[in-house]
């Protein structure tokens, strides 16, 4: 199958979205993320950490209403909203109502890193579809499980999702040794079968579209493969996303981007035993340097 290689000098000639340098943060980008838990609170500081390095100029993290006091302390960069939460950790699906002022008004969203309570999550998931129809959308985690029900379920417009191998088997009713034995064709059938970008994770990972146009990239080092890891990436390509980088631009570029911070960061630790909020701080330098 036909695809493209993500490569430095594809990226020099795919430049992203700039601000003018009078702009304002407004200007940079809005994006809201929807996710953490009281189990899992620093996923969503992993993500907006990540998404403002990325060059994001404006943030809103909706969480559990449990943590959400720690996360603004944690996060001082950013407004916070305390979402009602279920018993087993997830969000109400009424939250859509304590979301529904930033329709229209966020140029990117993020669902999904340490959410809980997957039936809860798919819930909210139905009502923020129409609600921030008009923001670039990414979904990561448990939000993804939106697109088991129904059957034949499928965007109405593209949205990016992120799946690894094991996330992407589950969604598609395959066992994982399947996805792994042809990611191209697996993610490909996804991105029809769904109406959505798909970048599937791994040592070499696909993005594909539902046209079938695709891209591939193989990079970055074994370090990458641990905990938080997956919510730096996602609020990377959610801040681009904010700037103005369409979903299968900043997908490109954050995977890029993410995976040689995961270089650079073996030349300083080792390929083991870096962690992943230490991935964030080398985006802006490796921005600048793809940049030149």
Known sequence: MDTTDITPTLLRSWPLPMPQPDGDKEVRGHLLIVAGSAEMPGAILLAATAALRAGAGKLTLATGASVAAQVAIAM???????????????????????LAPL??????????????????????????????????LILDACAMQVVRKPAHFRFDQPVLLTPHAGELAQLMGLSKDAVLADPHACAMDAARRWNAIVALKGALT????????????????????????????????????????????ACAWGIALHALAGEQ???????????????PAEIPALLRNLAA
């Open 206 to 249: 696909v993005i594909a579209m539902p046209d079938g146009t695709s891209w591939t990239h193989a990079g970055g080092n074994i370090g990458l493969a641990i905990s938080g890891s997956g919510d730096t990436l996602a609020g990377i390509i959610t801040g681009l996303a904010a700037r103005g980088a369409p979903l299968q631009q």
């Open 103 to 136: 329709a229209g008004k966020v140029d990117a969203v993020l669902v999904g890193p340490g959410m809980c309570d997957t039936a809860a999550s798919c819930e909210l998931m139905r009502h923020l579809l129409p609600l921030f129809a008009d923001s670039r």
């Open 76 to 98: 001082p960069e950013a407004r916070v909203i305390g979402l009602d939460e279920t018993a087993q950790g997830g969000f109400r699906h009424e939250a859509q109502h304590q």
């Open 265 to 279: 960061l073996a030349l300083r630790f080792g390929i083991l035993g870096y962690l992943a909020r230490e991935i």
